[in-house]
DNA sequence: GGATTCGCATACGGTACCGTATGGAAAAAA
DNA sequence: TTTTTTCCATACGGTACCGTATGCGAATCC
């Protein structure tokens, strides 16, 4: 007899969990994330949770897990994508990971980013997750024929700049922010810098 | 833990649980900062803190005001200071804003900047800070003979990169990072990229 | 020196969680 | 069918807070 292979709702699993969770990490925190409400947004009570989970800092664990995998993931398949036009991706990982592009995702990120100044297992994650982009942004730098130093140095400062421009205010800063942005965007990822006004084209003239 | 400052001892005052409250912020995040808990860091009851406060939100509303006033006094006179010599101050800004020069400063940055991200009132305070360092640091470029729109542009990459180093954990990423950040720094400031190696040395060519 | 205000202690009721113990219905296995 | 396993509900004790009411000694004012 064929299963059915339909996602019955009749029941949670571990993963259902974990996916709500990171639902809630992204837009109530670390604090706000609590097995009770949870189990609410749910319809359940919380003898749910406890059957699938030990307790709340299992939960935590596999929250943890399945992000740092699942940035891994992105990150490998972000910069291994198109041999041959490097140039281009670096431009597309500096726009994807724009808070305006993705305001869950980088929710999340800095949610578990705050979390891992308090947590030493957060902390881990967050490293390994780091080292992971840096190594591959540092590919992408290098097989544009930088030095190993500059590469390096160019992949910091493009997640320090992405990551902390979603930590700041700046809607009334200039009337056209986002040409601002493509401006930044070509200091960090060009050789020379460009002169105003720069448009977010990437120049034709890589291969 | 319990008072650091000096004071004639006999009692509290608003300001006495304010900076105590920076402190617990700086350590444990907002949602650390418990009434509660900082009445027994003061060795006295919740009795002391509703007498000077009306609630919880009355010393958060304090907190926010007071980091927003000490962040503007304390850009105007980073920024003002040494006139004729503004690209060092450049510089220097950057350096004074690093986690490793000040810990507990940047600890209450980023506890505050994710606070802005649930509530309104301190993103405002947010706003209006990074409003005040934005301009500080544009006019400090535009003195060093930048157009606008480029001043604009730096700095907006200067307290991002500053603020996003933050959120990241590097350590193990090479072996020189100090090399590293000092390259960025040329990067962000001066107008022509610079080569490896590179020292954080100021040019002398400047005005 | 009595009255008043100050600065805090004590005590209380209430909320929102955590984790455990236990029961029970429905599905799966036997 | 009977048994077992699955998945969740209910109920409970405990902790950590919040904010209020009230008491109370010590300083301050009249």
């Known amino acids: ?54 307790d709340r800092q299992d939960l935590l664990s596999a929250v943890l897990t399945l992000w740092k995998e699942g940035r891994i993931k992105d990150i490998i398949k972000q910069t291994t994508a198109a041999p041959g036009r490097t140039l281009p991706q670096i431009y597309h990982v500096i726009e994807v990971y724009s808070a305006a592009r993705s305001r869950k995702g980088m929710n999340i990120e800095l949610a578990i980013r705050d979390w891992a100044r308090r947590d030493p297992e957060a902390a881990a994650v967050v490293e390994e997750v780091d080292r992971w982009r840096l190594e591959c942004a540092s590919r992408l730098f290098i097989e544009c024929g930088l030095p190993e130093k500059e590469a390096k140095s160019r992949s910091l400062l493009l997640y320090a700049y992405v990551f902390g421009q979603s930590l700041m205010v700046f809607d009334q800063y200039d009337a056209d922010v986002p040409s601002l942005q493509s401006w930044i965007a070509d200091v960090i990822t060009l050789p020379t810098p460009p002169a105003f006004p720069a448009g977010n084209a990437v120049p034709a003239t890589q291969s």
Chains 1, 2 share one sequence.
Do not use: C
């Not at 709702?9 to 009770?36: C, P, Q, Y």
């Open 1 to 54: 007899m064929p299963q059915e292979r339909v996602k019955t709702r009749t029941s949670l699993d571990r993963s259902d969990w974990i996916h709500a969770a990171l639902d809630v990490l992204a837009d109530k925190g670390l604090d706000g994330l609590r097995v009770e409400v949870l189990a609410k947004a749910f319809g359940v009570t919380k003898g749910s949770f406890y059957w699938h989970f030990k």
